[in-house]
């Protein structure tokens, strides 16, 4: 079967959607895989057909902006100023994933690319397979990833219309854009204005959860849809650590991750002395990843190693706990590692996460990013080096995460559409 995946958004996004094209890969499928231009190298190294769609999301993120943006955490704010983006760059995107999905038998896509390929299926009469890595199907087990989870003592009906809402601002923030797309290149109807609900592209086939069942268990009011676990990207394979790397982790106790990927910082100076002061104030270790504009140091003292990128899977099983912003992938990569996490969420689902560990009891109390200290990132690095009971539920939940295979889940799903199509 011919599959082209669409999957926009930062490397956190995208990278579990490379993992589920070289699985589809593996088992004899044509994957392309769309994605921004600045991912070419990534896609391509583990063996994936890349095509690419107008603009670097790195540049973007690292704009003065857009770092004061995702500082202040306002969804709202990022929703607005994304979808003006979107809007720029919507005719080139629908002009180069026309061509791209053309003779396709299959379009799969998660929320960053859903309406994109919502109309790519309409216009092709393709089949559209949506997959996500975060809870968008409304439910009334749960509130919406943006929201506190203590909306749900409202009840099932609010938990369901705080899904609507969620839905509701990232369609709003799609909508210029697929309008201008569908009148000028795909010479489509218009959606109305709360959306392409009533699609039947939207409807016809599964829906497939890049997440484990042992963090997040299936609601029942959940149709035709599967929580595969999640879908891990692992280091390329010719990947090796730097010497230096290994120097610092060998060179005494299991050190702390400290990172916040994508997540820029107006003053990445100061992000990482605040880091510094924390570690000081607990006696630990860390590795500190500068990601996009997140930290940045000269003269670090011996008890820092700061590093642009290194393979989740690599580090994580060598550290002693995780502190991140909360991103979906980080996530997965630390519970999979069985150890305990801190999570200093951002904006978006990144709350969603921070309270979800907290409840596994495998990690901390999230921290919001507004409200970090040097104080209270140290009283959580305490914590997470510490409780032993934290420590033995990480490293129960990491063993039933080892054990599932979400790539493998999921492509048999997939498998299942094609033998439905050619019945």
Request: charged fraction near 20%; proline fraction near 6%; include cysteine.
């Amino acid at each position: 079967m011919r599959i082209a995946i669409i999957a926009l958004g930062s490397q956190g996004d995208v990278q579990p959607y490379i993992a589920l094209g070289k699985g589809l890969k593996a088992t004899g499928h044509d994957v392309r895989l769309l994605t921004h231009e600045n991912f070419e190298g990534l896609v391509s190294s583990h063996g994936l057909k890349f095509y690419p769609m107008h603009g670097n999301v790195q540049e973007l993120i690292e704009t003065p902006e857009m770092r004061e943006l995702s500082e202040k955490g306002n969804f709202l704010t990022m929703t607005l100023r994304t979808a003006k983006e979107t809007e720029r760059v919507a005719i080139r995107w629908a002009e180069a994933g026309l061509e791209a999905c053309r003779g396709m038998d299959l379009l799969l896509a998660g929320v960053g690319g859903l309406y994109l390929g919502l109309a790519f299926a309409e216009k092709l009469e393709l089949p559209l397979l949506q997959a996500h890595v975060f809870p968008f199907t409304p439910t009334k087990t749960f509130p919406s990833v943006l929201f506190p989870q203590s909306l749900n003592r409202y009840g099932g009906t609010v938990n369901w219309l705080s899904h609507q809402v969620l839905r509701q601002l990232i369609w709003q923030g799609s909508r210029a854009g697929d309008t201008a797309a569908r009148k000028q290149v795909l010479n489509l109807p218009v959606s109305s204005f709360f959306g392409p609900r009533k699609s039947p592209h939207l409807h016809r086939y599964p829906t497939l959860y890049g997440f484990s069942p042992s963090v997040i268990s299936k609601p029942s009011d959940w149709d035709n849809t599967y929580v595969t676990g999640y879908w891990f990207l692992d280091a390329a394979p010719d990947w090796t650590p730097p010497s230096e790397l290994v120097d610092f982790l060998q060179a005494g106790s299991p050190p702390l991750y400290i990172g916040f990927g994508s997540m820029g910082n107006r003053n990445p100076e100061e992000t990482a002395d605040l880091v510094l002061q924390a570690l000081a104030k607990t006696g630990q270790r860390a590795i500190m990843l500068s990601g996009w504009s997140g930290m940045r140091k000269q003269n670090l003292p011996d008890s820092a190693y700061l590093v642009d990128s290194v393979p989740h899977a690599w580090l994580f099983p060598r550290v002693a706990a995780v502190v991140h912003h909360g991103g979906a992938g980080t996530t997965a990569a630390g519970l999979r590692a069985g150890v305990p996490t801190v999570i200093i969420p951002f904006f978006g689902d990144q709350g969603f996460w921070g309270q979800r560990v907290a409840e596994l009891g495998v990690g901390t109390e999230p921290i919001p990013r507004k409200q970090l200290t040097a104080e209270r990132l140290a009283q959580a690095i305490q914590t997470a080096v510490t409780d032993k009971m934290m420590h033995q539920r990480a490293a129960a939940l990491g063993a039933k995460i080892r054990a599932e295979d979400g790539i493998a889940n999921a492509v048999a799903v997939i498998q299942e559409i094609e033998n439905l199509r050619v019945a």
